[in-house]
C-alpha cells in the first residue's frame, strides 16, 4: 500500500529525540526498534566505522497518529553529513479531536518554542505550530468545532 512518512535527520541525538516522540504519541517502534551503525556489515574499499558512531542510529520508525510513519537517523560527520536544520519543512499533524490536539501540542512543546499559540482560525480548523526541543517544527490543524 502506498504511504507518507516524514524523515528526519538528527546530529547525534534521535534516540532520545524518538523516545521523547514515543512518549508523546505512545505505540511501538516499528520492526526491531533501532537498528545501530554498527550493525552495518564493513564494506570493502570503505574505511571503518569509528567507534564512537558504531551506537549511533541508522533507521527508526514510529507510527503516529494511526497512518503516519516517523522516521528517523542519526547523520553522524564521520560518514560525509553535514547537518543543518532549517526553517523549511513541518511536519503536520491533523488529530480527530481538539482534546487530542490539546494534548499533543502540550507534549511536543514541553522544552521547545510555541511559535503560535493553538487558536481558531478564518480557514475555521483550530491551528498552533511549534518547534520542539530538538529543532523539528510541528503545525496542528483540528477541523472540530467547539
Known amino acids: 500500500m502506498a504511504s507518507v512518512s516524514t524523515y528526519l535527520n538528527f546530529s547525534r541525538n534521535t534516540e532520545e529525540a524518538f523516545n521523547f516522540y514515543k512518549s508523546v504519541f505512545g505505540?511501538?517502534?516499528f520492526g526491531n526498534g533501532f537498528m545501530r551503525f554498527g550493525d552495518v556489515p564493513a564494506s570493502p574499499g570503505n574505511p571503518p566505522m569509528p567507534e564512537e558512531d558504531k551506537n549511533l542510529v541508522m533507521h527508526v520508525e514510529l507510527r503516529i497518529l494511526?497512518?503516519?510513519?516517523l522516521m528517523g537517523t542519526d547523520a553522524p560527520e564521520s560518514m560525509g553529513f553535514k547537518l543543518t536544520f532549517g526553517n523549511n519543512s513541518y511536519i503536520n499533524?491533523?488529530?480527530?479531536t481538539r482534546k487530542e490536539t490539546k494534548e499533543l501540542f502540550a507534549k511536543l512543546s514541553e522544552g521547545g518554542t510555541?511559535?503560535?499559540q493553538l487558536q481558531d482560525m478564518f480557514w475555521g480548523d483550530y491551528f498552533g505550530t511549534l518547534t520542539d526541543k530538538y529543532g523539528v517544527q510541528w503545525m496542528f490543524n483540528c477541523g472540530e468545532k467547539q
Do not use: A, K, N
Not at 494511526?66 to 510513519?69: D, E, L, W
Open 27 to 29: 505505540g511501538e517502534f
Open 66 to 69: 494511526g497512518v503516519h510513519s
Open 93 to 96: 499533524l491533523q488529530p480527530d
Open 114 to 116: 510555541v511559535t503560535t
